[in-house]
């Protein structure tokens, strides 16, 4: 067991949070004067729940994860900057990840004057533990790891991932938002068994959800009660936690969609195929694909010229050549083929 109390800030530790009328007192009531609201307008004259009680109960029980491992945020990017202003010293602790992987990583720690130090992965994209060892040190205080990885679209092998949880002495942060995709379990039941473990998730891809911005964070008890004390006091507005009880009450539409779109990959990795300007397409447990061309620029503007907007990662580590394409509707994909088609 790591013994977290080192990790943390010692500004942090000491902190007094902030402290809302709703944290003071949350329930039913017939007359609310706490809050300095306006009485009218209901619902939505009211302060939300700062903890999003009843959102993290329906997400417990779909997740199978207790309500006071859960930390919901501002999409995935909340929980990311807040894990990086709890754990890291500005100008004097580091943080080691992967490169290519999501570049949202790399500037909240730079946000933060924390340096991000990268690994590149193999040229097919794989994951090498003893890589990331090299690159650290005793100031190294997170480890970001995103899988299902972001361009790239692969799940890391599960002994590498478990090697680095279990030789890093610090906070390692796994990134799930394409898990629905992959076919696999991720990390989620294991988490129990680490205590340096966080696992974001999002309601962004296979919910259908990207605009409400619902990110969650899984981590041990004491974590989550970093996060909550250093978070903006209604960071989670109430619109955003009614219309995603909403979603949990409806769990089959969002596995009817991740059936779809993965059936669709593979049609779509077909079509691509017997495309003359696609030279190489890279397996994916995303619900996207990253794709090699002869000419990226010039297809991707070609494209855009078609109102076909898809993205040109061309200029990321190990992705020369390369486009990201999210898999879309069959009519959507069809359109996409049929234009490179005529490129």
């Known amino acids: 067991m790591i013994n977290l109390d080192?990790?943390?800030?010692?500004?942090?530790?000491?902190?007094?949070?902030?402290?809302?009328?709703?944290?003071?007192?949350?329930?039913?009531?017939?007359?609310?004067?706490?809050?300095?609201?306006?009485?009218?307008?209901?619902?939505?004259?009211?302060?939300?729940?700062?903890?999003?009680?009843?959102?993290?109960e329906k997400i417990s029980q779909v997740?199978?994860?207790?309500?006071?491992?859960?930390?919901?945020?501002?999409?995935?990017?909340?929980?990311?900057?807040?894990?990086?202003?709890?754990?890291?010293?500005?100008?004097?602790?580091?943080?080691?990840?992967?490169?290519?992987?999501?570049?949202?990583?790399?500037?909240?720690?730079?946000?933060?004057?924390?340096?991000?130090?990268?690994?590149?992965?193999?040229?097919?994209?794989?994951?090498?533990?003893?890589?990331?060892?090299?690159?650290?040190?005793?100031?190294?205080?997170?480890?970001?790891?995103?899988?299902?990885?972001?361009?790239?679209?692969?799940?890391?092998?599960?002994?590498?991932?478990?090697?680095?949880?279990?030789?890093?002495n610090c906070i390692v942060v796994l990134d799930?938002?394409?898990?629905d995709f992959s076919g696999n379990n991720g990390f989620l039941k294991q988490l129990e068994n680490y205590s340096n473990l966080v696992i974001l998730q999002t309601f962004s891809k296979a919910w259908g959800l990207a605009s409400i911005r619902l990110g969650m964070?899984?981590?041990?008890?004491?974590?989550?009660?970093?996060?909550?004390?250093?978070?903006?006091?209604?960071?989670?507005?109430y619109l955003t936690q009614q219309y995603a009880l909403e979603a949990l009450d409806k769990i089959e539409n969002k596995e009817d969609w991740v059936r779809y779109i993965i059936s669709n990959k593979l049609l779509l990795m077909e079509e691509l195929e017997s495309v003359k300007t696609v030279k190489r397409i890279y397996p994916s447990d995303a619900n996207f694909l990253l794709i090699k061309v002869d000419e990226p620029k010039m297809v991707y503007e070609y494209l855009v010229e078609n109102k076909i907007i898809i993205r040109n990662r061309s200029n990321v580590s190990l992705c020369a050549g390369c486009l990201r394409i999210t898999v879309g509707t069959q009519d959507e994909n069809d359109i996409l083929v049929k234009a490179l088609k005529k490129y």
């Open 217 to 237: 964070a899984f981590a041990s008890r004491q974590i989550i009660s970093v996060l909550n004390k250093i978070k903006y006091p209604y960071n989670v507005n």
């Open 176 to 179: 799930e938002a394409y898990i």
């Open 6 to 56: 080192k990790l943390i800030r010692e500004n942090i530790k000491k902190l007094k949070p902030y402290s809302s009328a709703r944290d003071e007192y949350y329930g039913e009531a017939s007359v609310y004067l706490d809050a300095n609201e306006n009485p009218f307008n209901s619902p939505y004259n009211r302060y939300p729940d700062p903890l999003q009680r009843e959102l993290k």
């Open 63 to 168: 997740k199978s994860v207790h309500y006071d491992n859960i930390f919901l945020g501002n999409g995935s990017d909340e929980p990311i900057d807040l894990i990086i202003r709890a754990f890291c010293e500005p100008g004097f602790d580091n943080i080691v990840s992967i490169d290519p992987t999501y570049a949202m990583y790399q500037v909240a720690a730079e946000i933060n004057n924390v340096e991000f130090r990268k690994v590149l992965l193999s040229e097919d994209f794989l994951l090498d533990a003893g890589k990331l060892f090299t690159v650290s040190d005793q100031n190294t205080k997170l480890v970001f790891l995103c899988s299902p990885n972001n361009p790239t679209g692969n799940y890391f092998d599960e002994s590498e991932v478990i090697k680095i949880i279990e030789g890093f």
